[in-house]
């Protein structure tokens, strides 16, 4: 099996849908020997901030000298991104080889009459296999959606439960309530761990502390209030914060938006209940060291200065505030054009609302998924709210449109789906545009 097949065999078992549920997923690393349980896992969940998050982390532990393992969800510009160890993704034949390991198993499990496994199951299974195979220190594991069925959540004993911003998301499967989300996030939390939130809204909170409380859990609440922003532009931002006992003065991230910093303080409390628990050895230099060089792509990333040409998957409404939190701090004096693309099961009338009047110009395109709202439909909507704006399918086309109507003075902010977004950030980089 080459790469391509490798990626062939993988979305190929996308018609068997996304099915909630651990019975596959644990059939499937048995017949692998269970790998997940040799691995020292921090659990992230949540439905904003979970891939920032977890890049901080990832990136401090590597700043302290430890071999580790990030799985993340989805891709910007190669599915590879998906499956990285310090940083690098897993190469092309590696994925090859490990997908020919886990097909055999898969084909085992079909023919003692199980279910086939689904697309983010396989996924899910070749990083466990390749992560115990490389002997990875720390996994830092993001949950792929909801918490309580994700495959990810096969895992027995993770070191750390972390729960990031809840909002109303994927709401056909995690249900349409705050309280009902919160439950499934929560779902990740065992017993006897130790759990880290990010201060939510009260609903969700209630939901999480008495998820914690049930399973005899050390809770521990970010201190987010806490901090000082010192400096804040394009280049990235400065802070002084205080978590349990320790200060930290002049910590310095590359992320745009405020977000970003509470996010910083939610990775920080993570590695200090690992030197406090688990004797980490990590010094202040591997603090500052990796917070300063994390990077995580497509969240208000700056692809282009003149005229300012930023990405951001905001495609909710706590994504969308964050967007709007960062034009309002660094764009004020900016004519903005807006290119956005949605998948139609998103909260697309929340997300409009929120972004639309930020905006001069809006242009709606089209996302390359399956799941894409159309751009008239999009359009439609932003219609309603008193806005005019212009359509276009191609993504391509609706870039060049952006770029021909804006000034160098002037901002781009192309937003609403990571599918979108990869593309666009693939073919700056390319010097399409």
């Not at 018609?15 to 992230?44: A, C, E, M, W, Y």
């Not at 497509?298 to 960062?326: M, Q, W, Y």
């Not at 004096?333 to 972004?355: A, F």
Request: hydrophobic share 35%.
């Amino acid at each position: 099996m080459n790469y391509n097949e490798a990626l062939e065999y993988i979305h190929g078992t996308y018609k068997f849908g996304r099915v909630l549920g651990l019975d596959n997923i644990t059939k499937l690393l048995s017949l692998l020997d269970n790998p997940q349980d040799d691995l020292n896992i921090i659990h992230v969940a949540g439905t904003n901030g979970k891939g920032s998050t977890c890049s901080f982390i990832n990136s401090m532990l590597i700043s302290s000298g430890h071999k580790v393992g990030l799985y993340t969800s989805p891709y910007l510009e190669s599915f590879t991104e998906r499956i990285r160890i310090d940083s690098e993704n897993i190469q092309e034949n590696e994925l090859a080889r490990v997908t020919e390991i886990v097909k055999s198993k898969v084909d085992d499990m079909v023919k003692e009459g199980f279910n086939h496994p689904t697309e983010f199951e396989i996924v899910t299974a070749i990083a466990f296999y390749y992560y115990k195979e490389q002997n990875v220190d720390f996994v830092v594991l993001e949950v792929g959606m909801g918490g309580r069925f994700d495959a990810t959540n096969v895992i027995k004993n993770p070191l750390i439960n972390v729960i990031t911003p809840i909002s109303i998301d994927h709401t056909d499967y995690l249900g349409d309530t705050l309280e009902k989300i919160a439950y499934e996030k929560g779902g990740i939390i065992k017993e006897n761990c130790e759990v880290i939130m990010y201060p939510q809204n009260k609903e969700s909170e209630a939901v999480i502390k008495k998820i914690a409380k049930e399973k005899n859990c050390t809770l521990t609440m970010a201190n987010i209030e806490d901090k000082e922003i010192t400096k804040m532009d394009i280049l990235g931002q400065v802070f002084n914060c205080k978590v349990k006992d320790t200060v930290y003065e002049n910590l310095e991230i590359q992320l745009m938006g405020k977000h970003q910093v509470n996010n910083a303080i939610v990775a920080l409390n993570v590695i200090n209940i690992l030197k406090d628990k688990y004797d980490l050895k990590i010094s202040d230099k591997d603090i500052y060291e990796g917070l300063k060089n994390t990077k995580w792509a497509g969240r208000i990333e700056v692809l282009k200065k003149d005229p300012l040409f930023i990405i951001d998957g905001a495609h909710n409404e706590d994504g969308a505030n964050s967007l709007c939190n960062t034009i309002d701090n660094y764009m004020e004096d900016k004519s903005i054009t807006l290119v956005l693309g949605m998948l139609k099961d998103k909260d697309v009338e929340s997300v409009c609302e929120i972004l639309i009047p930020r905006c001069k110009n809006i242009i709606t395109t089209k996302p390359n998924n399956p799941r894409a709202m159309k751009s008239d439909e999009l359009k439609e909507i932003i219609n309603k709210l008193n806005k005019d704006c212009t359509s276009c399918d191609n993504i391509d086309e609706a870039v060049r449109l952006a770029l021909k109507n804006s000034s160098k003075n002037d901002a781009i902010i192309c937003a609403g789906s990571l599918y979108m977004i990869g593309n666009i950030r693939r073919m700056v980089k390319k010097g399409d545009f």
